[in-house]
Nanobody, 124 residues
Framework: QVQLVESGGGLVQAGGSLRLSCAAS????????MAWFRQAPGKERDFVAS????????YYGDSVKGRFTISRDNAKNTVYLQMNSLKPEDTAVYSC?????????????????WGQGTQVTVSS
Protein backbone atom coordinates (compact mmCIF):
# COMPACT_ATOMS: atom_id res chain seq x y z
CA GLN A 1 0.00 0.00 0.00
CA VAL A 2 0.93 3.64 -0.38
CA GLN A 3 -0.07 6.56 1.81
CA LEU A 4 -0.54 9.99 0.24
CA VAL A 5 -0.44 13.42 1.89
CA GLU A 6 -1.19 16.62 -0.02
CA SER A 7 0.04 20.09 0.85
CA GLY A 8 0.35 23.53 -0.71
CA GLY A 9 -3.26 24.62 -0.88
CA GLY A 10 -4.44 28.05 0.18
CA LEU A 11 -6.13 31.28 -0.82
CA VAL A 12 -4.97 33.05 -3.99
CA GLN A 13 -6.34 35.81 -6.19
CA ALA A 14 -7.55 35.11 -9.70
CA GLY A 15 -4.63 35.04 -12.10
CA GLY A 16 -2.25 33.82 -9.43
CA SER A 17 -0.36 30.55 -9.02
CA LEU A 18 -0.03 27.73 -6.51
CA ARG A 19 1.99 24.54 -6.44
CA LEU A 20 0.51 21.52 -4.75
CA SER A 21 2.60 18.60 -3.50
CA CYS A 22 1.65 15.00 -2.85
CA ALA A 23 4.10 13.09 -0.68
CA ALA A 24 3.96 9.31 -0.81
CA SER A 25 5.08 6.83 1.82
CA UNK A 26 4.79 3.13 2.40
CA UNK A 27 5.81 1.96 -1.05
CA UNK A 28 7.98 3.61 -3.67
CA UNK A 29 5.90 6.05 -5.67
CA UNK A 30 7.67 5.02 -8.89
CA UNK A 31 5.54 1.87 -8.84
CA UNK A 32 2.39 3.93 -9.38
CA UNK A 33 0.67 6.06 -11.95
CA MET A 34 -0.36 9.26 -10.19
CA ALA A 35 -3.20 11.74 -10.65
CA TRP A 36 -4.84 14.82 -9.27
CA PHE A 37 -8.59 15.20 -8.88
CA ARG A 38 -10.67 18.04 -7.49
CA GLN A 39 -14.07 18.40 -5.90
CA ALA A 40 -15.97 21.66 -5.54
CA PRO A 41 -18.81 22.01 -3.01
CA GLY A 42 -21.93 20.23 -4.20
CA LYS A 43 -20.20 18.77 -7.26
CA GLU A 44 -18.72 15.46 -8.24
CA ARG A 45 -15.01 14.76 -8.06
CA ASP A 46 -13.39 15.69 -11.39
CA PHE A 47 -10.22 14.53 -13.08
CA VAL A 48 -7.48 17.18 -13.31
CA ALA A 49 -4.28 15.50 -14.52
CA SER A 50 -2.30 12.27 -14.44
CA UNK A 51 1.27 11.17 -15.06
CA UNK A 52 2.98 7.90 -15.88
CA UNK A 53 5.54 6.15 -13.72
CA UNK A 54 8.61 7.80 -15.25
CA UNK A 55 7.06 11.24 -15.63
CA UNK A 56 7.54 11.23 -19.39
CA UNK A 57 3.84 11.18 -20.23
CA UNK A 58 1.03 13.36 -18.90
CA TYR A 59 -2.70 13.70 -19.42
CA TYR A 60 -4.96 16.67 -18.58
CA GLY A 61 -8.60 17.47 -18.20
CA ASP A 62 -9.89 20.00 -20.73
CA SER A 63 -10.56 22.72 -18.17
CA VAL A 64 -6.92 22.91 -17.02
CA LYS A 65 -4.96 22.30 -20.24
CA GLY A 66 -2.36 24.98 -20.78
CA ARG A 67 -2.65 26.28 -17.21
CA PHE A 68 -1.74 23.33 -14.95
CA THR A 69 1.32 21.09 -15.08
CA ILE A 70 1.71 17.76 -13.33
CA SER A 71 5.19 16.46 -12.58
CA ARG A 72 6.91 13.99 -10.29
CA ASP A 73 10.21 13.47 -8.52
CA ASN A 74 10.52 9.77 -7.81
CA ALA A 75 13.70 10.30 -5.80
CA LYS A 76 11.64 12.42 -3.39
CA ASN A 77 8.52 10.21 -3.64
CA THR A 78 6.55 13.33 -4.51
CA VAL A 79 4.12 14.42 -7.21
CA TYR A 80 3.40 18.07 -7.96
CA LEU A 81 0.67 20.13 -9.55
CA GLN A 82 1.74 23.57 -10.71
CA MET A 83 -1.35 25.72 -11.18
CA ASN A 84 -1.07 28.99 -13.10
CA SER A 85 -3.63 31.55 -14.27
CA LEU A 86 -6.01 30.40 -11.58
CA LYS A 87 -9.70 31.17 -11.89
CA PRO A 88 -12.47 31.29 -9.26
CA GLU A 89 -13.93 28.14 -10.83
CA ASP A 90 -10.73 26.29 -9.87
CA THR A 91 -11.81 26.55 -6.23
CA ALA A 92 -12.05 23.01 -4.84
CA VAL A 93 -10.49 20.40 -2.61
CA TYR A 94 -7.61 18.88 -4.58
CA SER A 95 -6.67 15.26 -3.93
CA CYS A 96 -3.94 13.07 -5.30
CA UNK A 97 -4.48 9.45 -6.22
CA UNK A 98 -2.33 6.44 -7.09
CA UNK A 99 -2.91 3.32 -9.12
CA UNK A 100 -0.78 0.56 -10.60
CA UNK A 101 -2.95 -0.15 -13.65
CA UNK A 102 -3.16 2.96 -15.83
CA UNK A 103 -2.78 6.74 -15.99
CA UNK A 104 -5.78 7.11 -18.31
CA UNK A 105 -8.60 6.56 -15.83
CA UNK A 106 -10.63 9.74 -15.41
CA UNK A 107 -13.18 8.05 -13.17
CA UNK A 108 -12.27 8.39 -9.48
CA UNK A 109 -13.44 4.88 -8.61
CA UNK A 110 -10.72 3.39 -10.81
CA UNK A 111 -7.96 4.82 -8.61
CA UNK A 112 -6.97 2.71 -5.61
CA UNK A 113 -5.25 5.07 -3.17
CA TRP A 114 -6.14 8.60 -2.10
CA GLY A 115 -4.86 11.42 0.04
CA GLN A 116 -7.05 13.49 2.32
CA GLY A 117 -7.03 16.56 0.06
CA THR A 118 -5.98 20.18 0.29
CA GLN A 119 -8.24 23.20 -0.13
CA VAL A 120 -7.60 25.67 -2.95
CA THR A 121 -9.64 28.88 -2.94
CA VAL A 122 -9.39 31.40 -5.76
CA SER A 123 -10.89 34.82 -5.11
CA SER A 124 -12.15 37.08 -7.88
Amino acid sequence: QVQLVESGGGLVQAGGSLRLSCAASGRTVSRYYMAWFRQAPGKERDFVASINRSGASTYYGDSVKGRFTISRDNAKNTVYLQMNSLKPEDTAVYSCAADQASMLYTTPSRWDYWGQGTQVTVSS
